[in-house]
């Protein structure tokens, strides 16, 4: 029998508890051995739960209890995770976790206890929900020198561009429509300003380089600037907006990594991926183009995913360990990658501008497309022409 | 230092020597050794070559060499790769391939006699080329029950089928074209009659269910039927064309194979897999979807999918085996899986044909869309209406 202990019953936590009750025979089957969920831990009681029964207040409990051999971190945030996590591992409890924040923070150091004790640090579910991304790039991406990885790595952002497009609506009234539905939050900030994208490609980002990609350094535009006018744009040039994540490798071996919204054309795989779907566009040198698609977030997905390395770590103990990353600072590219850019400018203003720029204007004067540039030199562009640049959004190619 | 040997000096066989070359320091620092080739096996010579001084045409300076642990079949065929690969194992030496025919005829045999003699069978290769399917299927989706597996399998077919959706062309003249580039063989049939398909549908049925799949009793229909009517007639219902490849489990746990072009709607994320794109759309039980895409042909996507597995056999042995399947057959469904479908009919016979189903004709009088009918159902319908009755393709949904 192995036994698993469950910090946190919120939306994963009880996602958890639910994959491994509810396909116990799968679950098992893929350890070698009889699974189960021995002890959740939470400040609350949930009484009338079928497993209330399990329901502790104290993590010694947890962590004294020899039986426990894997632990899922699923309460969220870097503070009381952190501590927990870091005592699991010391005892030599492999921990399994959905939690970005922590991953992206602390992950070089906590896998590095992990290893220093015989177990493991796992996080498949912390990007991508159930999409096995972070597997795949560490097990089975093995012969490439990946180049690139652009991902649509927030549902709640993807919701509202997928119904801007869908009915030619704006941001505000969209991102009200999503949080009645409940798919963006009350304070939607994280998600609609990138730095919920950030943290998940600095993951990827760290995966791909070996070494620390600071989530914070990250150069972050949300969508709160994506109008109606540009959707439209974007829809007649025969592109649509998402936004990306993108981890780009120079030739130097240098990472630039940035969150921004792109046009992205629509017949390019991620532009079909829609409403909360999550993607994630992996460029190797050999393979040259995959994808992997699936529910960046929710429930039983999420869950579904750290269960998976429950079972990794449940057969495998420490060997299972992902190929890592080390603490030392990745070397950041000294120059951004630079796009075109899809300019939206004030009617019968985008010759000149475009002009300028050894460009076109296309139908109707009020737009045009750029060569490639950097943000800065995008910046110096605005500068000249003041208000009559309405906006400026990256093409993805 | 890990030698390797290739068996097979062909497309994929060239294309491991050149990844392993070309990615060294990458292959060797994920392998946690140096990687050498150390032997290639060709009838032929090949005077100028780069690797001319490692051709052999003996296969036994590569069986008696206790150097080589990892041997690369890329021979394709169930003749000399069979005898070569069982004496490989017996041997003790992993073996990676791309060989999907002989996966699928003597994988369960093959994986035995390696477990049994320490070392691995691994064929990542073998379904959708670049496309880590079955690494996601055996090591990712480990907590899910999983519930059907669609995949476009068959570069040629996409191909053919992508053309006739964007130039409106029939199928002859398509195939044509495709020969002419070099996208078709000049005896296509085993691509354009799905047999290809179905070697890697059974391969992935395997898989799902632990047991052997026979392909050859893969209910399978190639794309030679579909006419430019048959596409115009889904474009214009906003469908596309797509031949798949389908496993579905039934409720007790029975299994059901077919291969044959489908409906698929133009906003599912499999209708935007064009050309010679491959994906593999997965259903699970808390997952819901995924879905991985990529090149599921070409010499350098598929010989980085044989290099992964030559790295995992190098780091792990026989760890890495894949959960696998295995000699008893599979229980399959006593009743085929049950699809509505589009019916084409003689102009101004689809009203009649239609009510006799309890459906109604579409625009024109000249199709209609069935419930849900098994496949002996339809060719019931066929055999009443006799000529009436045009075409009839199922619907994916």
Redesign the interface.
Known sequence: MKYVAVLGYGTVGSGVVY??D??NS??SA?SGDEMQVKYILDLRDFPGDPNESKVVHDVDVIMNDPEVSIVCETMGGVGAAYKFTKAALEKGKSVCTSNKELVAKHGAELMKIARDNGCSYLF?ASVGG???VI??LT???????ITQIAGILNGTTNFILSKMEKESAGFDETLKTAQELGYAEQDPTADIEGHDTARKISILADIMSGHFVDSDKVDTTGITAVSADDMANALSSGYTIKLLGIATRGDDDSISTMVAPFLVRK?H?L????DVFNAIFVT????????????GAGK??T???V??D???AAR?GS?CMY?GWDETPVRESSSSVKFRYMVRCKKGSAEDIASSCGAEALDGNASFITGKMSGSEFDALCEKYGDAVLSGIRIYE
């Open positions: 994959v491994i509810h396909n799968i679950v893929n498949e159930g999409i096995p597997r795949t097990t089975a991406l093995t012969a490439e020198r017949d795989p532009a079909g991926v829609s190797g040198n050999m393979l040259d183009e995959t994808m992997y698609y699936g529910k039983l997905a869950a579904s995913a269960v998976a429950v079972i990794d495998k060997s190929k």
